[in-house]
C-alpha cells in the first residue's frame, strides 16, 4: 500500500503514539517516501483537509479506541483514502475500521504500574522503521538518493564526494623531491595540514612527509632534503570517492591526510583531505 501510494503517507496518533508517528513520518519521508505527520487532536478542527485522495493513512494506536483519531479514521474512509492501523487489540475500533491492521503483541508495559507507554511505543517505533525501511529497499534507493535526502548533518557529509571537502590549488602543501628541508618546514607551516606532499619533476607524488617523519629523521631535517625525510608511496583516495570512505582509511591506517588524485592519473595529487574537516575526531592514538 506505501509503495502504491500516488501521494503522500500520512502518520498520525495522538499521545505517546503522536509522537512516535510524527518520528515515523520523519523517517518515511528520510528514505524516500513522501510522509506527512498530523495531529489526531488537531484533525478533527480542520486538519484533516491535510489528507487527500490518493494518500495512505498509518494510524498509531495502542489501544485502537482512541476517540482523538475517530474523526480523522472517518474522513479517510470518507474520501477513498486507505487506512493502515497498528494497535495491541485486533478487535478495537480501529483495526476493524482500517483496510489493513498490523496487530502488535500484548506485552506488559515496562513502567512499574504497567500503565505508561513504554514497551508499547518502542515496539510501534521499530516497526515504523521496519516499514519505512522496508520500503526503501523495494523502491532501491542508492547512496545518492539518500544523499540527496541528507543534504545536511552527519550523514549528507560522510555521503558528499571527497573532492567536495578536499584543499586544493595554493592551499595544497607540494614540494619537490631537492627541495630543502628548511623550505618544507615552510611550506607545511603555511598550508597548516602538518605534511607536505613530494613530487617529482612530472609532477607525480612520490612521497609524504609528515610531523613522524621529522621526528624519525631529526638528522636530516637542517641540511637535508625533501627526498631525504619522505615517506615514500603514500596513500592516496580517490577523488570521487565518498567522505566516509576516507575516514575509514585514515582510521585503519592511523593517518589524519589523505591526498586525492583522479582515477585516470593515479599519481597526480590534485587535494588533500584531512581527518579535521570531516568533522570527526581521529581515531584514539591516530598519528599523522
Do not use: W
Request: glycine letters at 10%; charged letters at 20%.
Amino acid at each position: 500500500m506505501i509503495l502504491g501510494c500516488r501521494q503522500r503517507v500520512i502518520v498520525s496518533g495522538i499521545g505517546k503514539s503522536g509522537h512516535v508517528a510524527r518520528k515515523i513520518a520523519a523517517t518515511l519521508a528520510a528514505t524516500g517516501t513522501p510522509a506527512l505527520f498530523v495531529h489526531a487532536a488537531e484533525a478533527a478542527h480542520g486538519d484533516v483537509g491535510m489528507v487527500s485522495p490518493g494518500d495512505v493513512l498509518i494510524v498509531f494506536s495502542n489501544s485502537g479506541a482512541t476517540v482523538e483519531v475517530q474523526p480523522l479514521c472517518i474522513y479517510a474512509k470518507a474520501i477513498g483514502c486507505p487506512l493502515i492501523g497498528v494497535s495491541r487489540n485486533p478487535n478495537s475500533l480501529l483495526m476493524r475500521t482500517a483496510d489493513l491492521g498490523l496487530l502488535l503483541p500484548k506485552v506488559e508495559e515496562a513502567c512499574t504500574s504497567s500503565l505508561a507507554p513504554t514497551t508499547s511505543s518502542t515496539m510501534m517505533l521499530a516497526l515504523g522503521d521496519a516499514l519505512a525501511v522496508a520500503a526503501m529497499r523495494a523502491r532501491g534507493l542508492s547512496g545518492s538518493d539518500i544523499r540527496a535526502l541528507h543534504p545536511g548533518g552527519e550523514i549528507g557529509l560522510f555521503l558528499r564526494s571527497v573532492e567536495d571537502v578536499m584543499h586544493s590549488g595554493d592551499r595544497l602543501p607540494l614540494v619537490g623531491l631537492r627541495t630543502p628541508m628548511p623550505d618544507v618546514l615552510v611550506t607545511m607551516t603555511e598550508k597548516r595540514l602538518g605534511v607536505a606532499g613530494v613530487v617529482d619533476d612530472e609532477g607525480q607524488l612520490v612521497g609524504i612527509i609528515t610531523d613522524g617523519d621529522l621526528r624519525r629523521r631529526a638528522r636530516n631535517v637542517v641540511f637535508g632534503t625533501a627526498a631525504d625525510v619522505m615517506t615514500h608511496a603514500p596513500r592516496t583516495i580517490a577523488r570521487t570517492a565518498r567522505v566516509q570512505e576516507a575516514l575509514e582509511m585514515m582510521n585503519t591506517h592511523r593517518i589524519t591526510v589523505l591526498f586525492v588524485v583522479d582515477d585516470r592519473q593515479p599519481r597526480i595529487p590534485l587535494g588533500a583531505v584531512q581527518i579535521y574537516d570531516i568533522a570527526v575526531p581521529p581515531a584514539p592514538g591516530a598519528a599523522p
